[in-house]
């Protein structure tokens, strides 16, 4: 065998081998960006069109009024850059491939959404369309990290992927998709279509070794009553001395909506606006306070959700909304994910604009309200205000 492939050939089996070894677990909900209203994409008869980006939900991520957002995971679901570093230098490419990979997992599902295909959608596109999602996310990372110097990682990887891409989803391996990218992309590559903006976000995860257990997700840390901002200690009004408790419970529905309230879930990548009030699952006492909030389970609890256990938040999310007097409605979404365990929670995603939050208009308002909702948007608990 000539030399210099011998060499060749051993490198990638080196590669392979070293790709293969381990994974990468989703630690916390990552909101990768925004796509545009359409994406670019030639039909079969050659004619370019373009393809409406709808809403679409399965268990590793969401499509929500064009927010791309990805769940965290109790099991690693992505491998990395296949058959490539997950970082160039002090590039970390995970913001790219950890959606990149959710996105082709499910595009045979995406493909077949009868809403998306009756819009045009095949399979190809949208793997045109994930594609896309990589290059955009390294591309902003790069120049995070390097913004006095040309940006040519994320042509590429999105060169490897268009080339490879295909034969991996058909066949399970994206053999020598590196190797090649770089002649690829020597070649010249077209300019990327604006069709995805980067939330800016980074991702939380974890590398794990194929085969290993992983450690199980601590828990959200409950916010400190010395900085808190909420009304989760004495000082500020709610009392954690037993001998009070039920007293307050007899008082924490007064801040309870009566009735059917309308909630507009314009944040946070998240639509509960169909979720229906369940029996039994009632909350109260809620207090708001500028840096989180706190309230009271009065009957039930997340398990009433979804949830398997009272510390269990993979199944439900937190809602926080506030009163738009002008339009005369609730406006909000989803900030965090919460157990029954949990009765508080921070504002930090809020205040960092997590899934587009209007931080300034939440907390420019008079009135705010806040409900537990299931994963899947479909049931919740009651809806209260402060």
Same mark, same amino acid.
């Given at each position: 065998?000539? %030399? ?5 050939? &051993? ?20 909101? #990768? ?14 004619? +370019? ?27 690693? @679901?992505?491998?990395? !850059?296949? +058959? ?18 959710? +996105?082709? !997992? ?36 790069e120049k995070r990290v390097h913004p006095e110097r040309p940006a040519w990682i994320h042509r590429v990887y ?9 034969? #991996? ?30 939330? /800016? ?7 794990? &070794? ?9 828990? %959200?840390? %409950? ?9 989760? /200690? ?49 909350? =109260? ?20 959700? =979804? ?15 506030? @009163? ?30 997590? /899934? /587009? ?19 899947? =948007?479909?049931? @919740? ?6």
């Open positions: 065998m000539n %030399p210099i492939v011998a060499k060749t050939v &051993k490198s990638i089996i080196s590669a392979y081998k070293a790709d293969r070894d381990h994974l990468v677990r989703l630690d916390e909900d990552f909101y #990768a960006g925004t796509f545009a209203e359409t994406f670019p994409w030639e039909d079969e008869a050659g004619n +370019l069109v373009q393809l409406p980006i709808l809403d679409f939900r399965c268990d590793a991520f969401s499509i929500v009024d064009r927010k791309l957002v990805c769940y965290k995971a109790k099991e690693p @679901r992505s491998d990395g !850059a296949t +058959l490539a570093p997950d970082k160039v230098g002090k590039v970390d490419l995970a913001s790219g491939y950890i959606p990149h990979d959710d +996105l082709y !997992a499910a595009m045979s599902k995406i493909a077949e959404d009868p809403a998306w295909k009756a819009a045009g959608w095949t399979e190809e596109a949208v793997r045109a369309l994930a594609d896309a999602v990589l290059s955009w996310m390294i591309l902003f990372e999105h060169a490897a992927v268009r080339a490879f891409g295909g034969i #991996a989803h058909r066949i399970g391996i994206r053999c020598l998709a590196l190797a090649f990218a770089l002649a690829v992309a020597g070649c010249g590559c077209a300019p990327l279509p604006e069709v995805f903006t980067p939330s /800016g976000e980074r991702p939380v995860y974890t590398v794990v &070794k194929r085969g290993a257990t992983a450690a199980p997700d601590p828990l %959200p840390a %409950p916010i400190e009553e010395a900085d808190a901002g909420v009304h989760a /200690g004495a000082a500020d009004g709610v009392s954690s001395d037993p001998a009070t408790e039920d007293a307050e419970l007899e008082d924490a529905s007064s801040g309870s909506v009566a009735g059917s309230v309308s909630l507009d879930f314009r944040f946070g990548g998240f639509k509960g606006d169909k979720a229906q009030e369940v029996a039994g699952c009632r909350i =109260g006492n809620l207090k708001v306070g500028k840096d989180g909030l706190s309230y009271q389970w009065l009957e039930g609890g997340c398990e009433k959700l =979804g949830a398997s256990s009272r510390e269990d938040y993979s199944q439900t999310v937190a809602c926080a909304f506030y @009163r738009d007097e002008k339009a005369q409605k609730w406006v909000g979404g989803k900030f965090d994910w919460i157990s029954t365990s949990r009765t508080s929670r921070s504002f930090e995603n809020i205040k960092e604009g997590y /899934g /587009g939050w209007d931080s300034a208009a939440f907390f420019a308002a008079g009135k705010h309200g806040f409900c537990v909702v299931s994963k899947d =948007g479909r049931k @919740r608990s009651n809806f209260i205000e402060d």
